[in-house]
């Protein structure tokens, strides 16, 4: 199974920051990555997909970079309701899919 | 609305049985792939299991390989994992996700959720 490292596992921010999380895979999965957004008690939100796409209705600020085996998603100017849990998830290969363990972003 | 509806979570006995729906509305359930993800308490999400728009492609992680069973019934809009052999680390929330693009394939990423069922496996 491909493995997704996700750093730092949490974090603590301002709004206003610019924030980038990391994902890396430990075998090249060229753009077949996603990032998603959860919240406490709430389902997991699409933001991106292959690796730079943004879902339709996901704010601008929202952006994500990368191919191969390194990917970084960047909020820019950091929102309240930007505070939440964020995992990257490559679609690459066979089953399994994976995820990776996920960032935290808190407020500092 | 796009929406996907989970039910049939609850507490079940190790070695127990369960059955989850998802039932979607707002969309043309016959053209999409679903798959189901779980998420343990404070843990991270962890894939589970595909099926096909046409039930042809069927997937299982490892751990429940044999005892999972995902299935679709496109007269009602609704998919289902019937769990068997039920084991304490198969405690998690469950959600039930569609993949991204009409007639697409598993390599896709979840566009749709559910907002998830609880499933707790405690004597």
């Known amino acids: 199974a491909i493995r997704m490292t996700q750093s730092p596992s949490s974090f603590s921010a301002s709004t206003g920051d610019r924030v980038t999380i990391t994902c890396r895979a430990n075998?090249?999965?060229?753009?077949?990555l996603a990032w998603y957004q959860q919240k406490p008690g709430k389902a997991p939100k699409l933001l991106i997909y292959a690796a730079s796409t943004l879902q339709s209705g996901v704010p601008t600020r929202f952006s994500g970079s990368g191919s191969g085996t390194d990917f970084t998603l960047t909020i820019n100017c950091l929102q309240s309701e930007d505070f939440a849990t964020y995992y990257c998830?490559?679609?690459?290969?066979?089953?399994?899919?994976?995820f990776g363990g996920g960032t935290k972003v808190e407020v500092k | 609305e796009v929406q996907l509806v989970e039910s049939g979570g609850g507490l079940v006995q190790p070695g127990g049985s369960l059955r989850l729906s998802c039932a979607a509305s707002?969309?043309?359930?016959?053209?999409?792939?679903l798959s189901w993800v779980r998420q343990a308490p404070g843990k991270g999400l962890e894939w589970v299991s595909y099926i096909s728009s046409s039930s042809g492609t069927i997937y299982y992680t490892d751990s429940v390989k044999g005892r999972f069973t995902i299935s679709r019934d496109s007269d009602r809009n609704s998919l289902y994992l019937q769990m068997n052999s039920l084991r304490d680390e198969d405690s998690a929330v469950y959600y039930c996700a569609r993949s991204r693009a009409y007639s697409g394939s598993y390599l896709d990423a979840f566009d749709i959720w559910g907002q998830g069922t609880v499933v707790t496996v405690s004597s």
């Open positions: 707002g969309f043309t359930f016959s053209g999409y792939s």
């Open positions: 075998q090249s999965i060229s753009s077949y």
């Open positions: 998830q490559q679609y690459y290969s066979d089953p399994p899919l994976t």
